[in-house]
């Protein structure tokens, strides 16, 4: 109980402490710089005790505008965090999975509605309720399976795509995509085996305690669902990319726009939060006041991954935190003062 309630007062003062570097007036709209600020002033006073390390990244126009590491990627040796250390990124890892079967739809190999029962050899998917309407690539990327228009978030549905993804073309997943996809979007720190990730440059993950989490290791059938290794500044260059591809200029995206406008388009609603829908690969945020970002998240024992860009403004925002208290302690406080400063730029 004492735990929780340290925990809460924590969280209350990050909060405050995000939230104080709003001192302007009220006419005056949130700049990047105010966060800024308040990172570079005040991140170890506010939240060292509780989370190891963070990389914080920040987008502005389509171009890479802040980078900094704060606090330890491993608090035994005390090394400190740098901006290329790797994360496990957890779930983002489904963003870059979509891509890969959005490329498929494009060479003609599959469609997006095409039957996954079409292409298994073996065995068939037993009628139910998660094959309502046909269980489809679409439904698999958009985690609609057994719905009509809302999305039920199961990592299942990206094991499945690349099971199919493998049957279909005879390819694994994460060769395919270290061979073909990180090298053309400059993803040069990104892996799926972490044995390939170069000494002392992987975060150690923590607990809430700042113990070591148990051991939790998938199996490389999970790596479309959460089998990524990446850093700041490689999601950043997927990111931009993206940006890019959507204003029309050139890019090294592996899928054409239309493509990616397929995968930005909300497919099944959130039951639970208004304005949230899934895309393929993406989450959709749509708010009252008309700005949209998309984005996904990573969670896993030790690590905490989130990030989300604005199509209309060409910003975007990435963090990285290496403890289970990222979520709370900084993902959650840093990422709604980023919300109110892109919703300044909109109204402006």
Known sequence: MI????????????????????ERSAREPLVLRDIISSLDERFDQGIANTIPGAVILFIQDGEVYYKNAFGYKDLETRARMTTD????????????????????????????????DNYLTRQRVPPGIHN???????????????????????????????LEIMLITRTILSEYVSENIFPRLNMIN?????SFIPEGRLATAYNNDLNFPPNFFLSPAWDAAGGLYSTAGDLASLII???KSYRGQANNLIVERDSLVEMLTPHGRSLMFEGLSTGLGFFVNERDNEVVTYSHGGVMPGW???YEFNLDTGDGIIILANGD?????????????WIEYQEGKSAS
Do not use: W
């Not at 309630?5 to 939230?19: D, E, G």
């Not at 250390?85 to 509605?113: H, N, P, Q, Y």
């Not at 990104?190 to 972490?194: A, G, M, P």
């Open 3 to 22: 735990k929780k309630t340290i925990t809460f007062f924590l969280f209350a003062a990050v909060l405050l402490l995000f939230q104080s570097c709003a």
């Open 85 to 116: 250390t790797v994360f496990r990124v957890a779930s983002i890892s489904k963003t870059v999975a979509a891509l890969r079967a959005m490329r498929l739809v494009e060479d003609g190999t599959i469609t997006l509605d095409d039957r996954v």
């Open 132 to 162: 309502v309407g046909g269980l489809t690539f679409r439904r698999l990327m958009s985690h609609t399976l057994g719905t009509r228009d809302h999305f039920h978030y199961q990592d299942l549905n990206y094991n499945i795509l690349q």
């Open 190 to 194: 990104s892996f799926y085996d972490v």
């Open 241 to 243: 990319e993206m940006i």
């Open 304 to 306: 905490r991954a989130h």
């Open 325 to 337: 208290n990222g979520g709370i302690m900084l993902i959650e406080p840093l990422l709604s003062r």
